[in-house]
Nanobody
């Protein structure tokens, strides 16, 4: 499956943005999807994940209550709604897919397919 993340940009602190991750290739609805981010000089970190059906979602503590992950399998798209943005949310955001949603959903190494990333800058 090929993934493409888009929707990043420059936002003021406190603002909102929605990222999208579209997929092509194999049946997207059978994949769990995660969002990760990587700030300059830092390791890639888990942000949120969603099961293939959308029935289960998981969030990093740093974004819980501010970010919402959802999906529309009919459109082969997973969304990440980002609200109450902070300067520390500045990073390149990546979406990734894996076959099943297991206990290790927060691990970068557990995902098989990655998109190219979309950059978000939050100004103070």
């Amino acid at each position: 499956v090929q993934l493409q993340a888009y929707g990043g940009g420059l936002v003021q602190a406190g603002g909102s943005l929605r990222l999208s991750c579209t997929a092509s290739g194999r049946t997207f609805s059978s994949y769990a999807v995660g969002w990760f981010r990587q700030a300059p000089g830092k390791e890639r970190e888990f942000v949120a994940a969603i099961s293939w059906s959308g029935g289960s979602t998981y969030y990093a503590d740093s974004v819980k209550g501010r970010f919402t992950i959802s999906r529309d399998n009919a459109k082969n798209t997973v969304y990440l709604q980002l609200n109450s943005l902070k300067p520390e949310d500045t990073a390149v955001y990546y979406c990734a897919a894996r076959g099943t949603m297991g206990w290790n959903y927060f691990l970068v190494s557990s995902y098989d397919y990655w998109g190219q990333g979309t950059e978000l800058t939050v100004s103070s």
